[in-house]
């Protein structure tokens, strides 16, 4: 049975694609700050004051462990978040230490756990931003800036020597995901130009399974328009 390491597998992207896999009759392991009943098996995820290297070898281990000697076929990190704030907003350095902890750590970790335990040719995805491609992000300072740490992430780990060799790095950047978060935060907004969770997870999937090909390194923006979902 092929195996998929989710890391925020309780987030709305993250619970879509727990659902995905497991209809395909893959084990899910989650890894997130609450239990995904849908999973196979749960890492929790904690609040304490531990430092990345400490938080990431513990949550490293216990993949291993339920993994037992086995290699997992993917690990997707799709855990973040979103704040904004420029460099004279009240909560500026709050909300970058919060992107920071949200998209750079959490795609630190998930390489981590896959120079450990993924397979070979199997496939390691984070989550970037489309925005974090075009320049600056004057308005969201540090989450422009987490997700460009991302995007060099991907990079880095695409080249030999980056201790995953043999296996396949990418990047995938919604733009605008159709969850009830962002449907609550945006009432009127145009939902025919927002991209379905679960075109999301299905692109993941076949990535994974290797139904369809993807390119090491490479950043993939996910576009919707018209309730067409495009993989640029």
């Known amino acids: 049975m092929p195996s ?109 756990i896959a120079a450990r335990h993924l397979r070979q040719n199997g496939l390691l995805a984070l989550t970037g931003a489309i925005p974090a491609l075009e320049g600056g992000t004057p308005g969201m300072v540090g989450y422009g800036m987490a997700k460009a740490a991302v995007h060099h992430l991907v990079a880095s780990l695409a080249m030999p020597g980056s201790g995953i060799d043999g296996g396949r790095v990418v990047g995938i950047l919604p733009q605008t995901l159709d969850t009830p978060a962002n449907r609550s935060a945006m009432p009127s907004a145009d939902f025919s130009s927002w991209t379905p969770l679960p075109e999301v997870a299905n692109v993941l999937h076949q990535w994974a399974s290797e139904q369809t090909s993807c390119e090491s390194g490479r950043l993939y923006k996910v576009i919707t328009k018209d309730s067409v979902t495009s993989i640029l």
């Open 4 to 112: 998929v390491v989710v890391y925020g597998g309780r987030g709305a992207l993250g619970s879509a694609c727990v659902g995905l896999f497991k209809q395909q009759a893959w084990k899910v392991i989650s890894i997130d700050y609450n239990i995904n009943p849908e999973a196979d098996d749960n890492v929790i995820v904690s609040d304490s004051k531990q430092g990345l290297a400490e938080h990431g070898k513990r949550i490293t281990q216990d993949i291993g462990d339920l993994l037992g000697g086995d290699k997992t076929d993917a690990v997707i990190c799709v855990a973040g978040g979103w704040q904004g704030g420029n460099a004279a907003s009240k909560n500026f350095l709050k909300n970058a230490d919060l992107s920071i902890k949200q998209s750079v750590d959490t795609s630190l970790i998930a390489a981590n």
